[in-house]
């Protein structure tokens, strides 16, 4: 091989990794040395696909024929470290070649950082933890963190495993993003992260708040905004929707019901109808917890439901009594979640994503303290308009 008007001489060398021949070429010239940068060529020895082992560092530095030391400062982009721009080249097409991949975890270890979080959810079906956990992911994105997740079932039997399993992984903070199944005693392990002072912080729960950093939708606010929206268009026969009282349930559903009878005295209005609990999601249990106020001459012209999983049971129960809403019946959700926006119901936000970025932030901000006060941040509702009311 001649370049044109020139004369070449071609030094090559080969290497066996993982059943591949692998042949390096290089044009030197006779005069002045090295002319043109390394070619790596890959010749499978098998035809068979089969799945090999991980290539470790060592294998790419006998490929490009230097040292182990110098591919770990090439794969970690020291600049601070005199290495030929050649040799940078050399190291990073073999790497390339070989499909080599760093081990993060090892050097993590060696910094005493893994740059990681670890994040605790009770559904991955949920769109209200979605956009809280959408929240977190960016805010980490943005100062260089990853994100780890796993999912609990909503069974608080097995949170502590899980957390032990994140722990495990040398994740450097934790979430937990509470569930409608939350103990109301502090888990143990939540008490031994408070301990061990691992930052941690507890997202749309309080209940703990003396002993981590909770992060919580001001969710009684989000209760009067409805209640002012609906006072204001004349109605004063409303209605409160909520689930059977548990305490498993986290601290948000007690605060909305509790919001929703101290304030009917701020708008001049009474307590007609009780508590209005279902004891299970579906319209049957609808059906027996709302037939009764509906069956009164004084029945209600509005509801105000404590989540918006009722909504749609909500919708096929007035339909099913011929009431059309919201002529003849208002009504409001919370949280704004999928089924409102696609019904076009009036909802209470709780601004998930900006919950999740508020305990992104919160959690960051303790990472290297030693000694801190847990702190319980509330973040804003507000009232997202629809058809319904």
Not at 350 to 367: C, D, F, H, V
Request: net charge neutral.
């Amino acid at each position: 091989m001649v370049a044109p008007g020139r004369r070449n001489i071609w030094s090559c060398r080969s290497t066996i990794i993982h059943d591949t021949l692998y042949l390096q070429a290089q044009p030197i010239d006779s005069v002045s040395g090295p002319c043109y940068n390394a070619y790596v060529l890959l010749i499978p020895m098998s035809t068979e696909l089969t799945r090999t082992k991980r290539v470790s560092s060592t294998e790419v530095a006998r490929l490009a024929g230097v040292s182990q030391t110098t591919v770990s400062h090439v794969m970690n982009g020291r600049m601070d470290v005199s290495i030929p721009a050649s040799t940078r080249e050399r190291v990073l097409e073999a790497a390339k070649s070989l499909r080599y991949r760093p081990n993060s975890l090892a050097r993590s270890l060696v910094r005493g950082r893994t740059q990681t979080i670890g994040l605790m959810l009770p559904c991955l079906g949920s769109d209200f933890h979605g956009q809280i956990v959408d929240g977190i992911r960016t805010a980490l994105l943005e100062e260089g963190y990853n994100l780890l997740i796993v999912d609990t079932g909503a069974e608080p039997e097995h949170e502590a495993g899980q957390a032990n399993f994140l722990l495990e992984h040398r994740v450097e903070g934790l979430f937990c993003i509470a569930g409608a199944r939350t103990a109301i005693e502090m888990p143990k392990w939540l008490k031994d992260l408070a301990m061990e002072n691992v930052p941690c912080v507890v997202i749309d729960d309080h209940r703990h708040g003396d002993q981590v950093d909770c992060v919580v939708s001001d969710d009684a606010h989000g209760i009067e905004l409805a209640m002012a929206h609906l006072v204001e268009h004349r109605h004063t026969r409303i209605a409160y929707m909520n689930r059977s009282p548990s305490p498993l349930s986290n601290t948000g559903y007690g605060e909305r019901r509790t919001a929703f009878y101290e304030k009917l005295g701020k708008f001049g209005l009474r307590n007609l109808y009780g508590d209005i609990t279902a004891r299970a999601d579906g319209i049957e249990h609808l059906t027996v917890a709302l037939d009764p106020q509906f069956q009164r001459a004084d029945r209600p012209t509005a509801i105000i439901a404590d989540n918006d999983y009722w909504l749609a049971d909500i919708y096929e129960y007035a339909a099913g009594r011929g009431l059309s809403i919201p002529a003849d019946l208002a009504v409001i959700g919370f949280g704004n979640q999928l089924v409102s926006q696609i019904l076009k119901l009036t909802s209470v936000s709780q601004e998930a994503r900006q919950m999740g970025r508020t305990a992104a932030k919160q959690l960051l901000s303790r990472i290297n303290q030693s000694v801190f006060e847990p702190v319980t941040i509330y973040t804003p509702t507000r009232l997202e308009l629809r058809q319904s009311a």
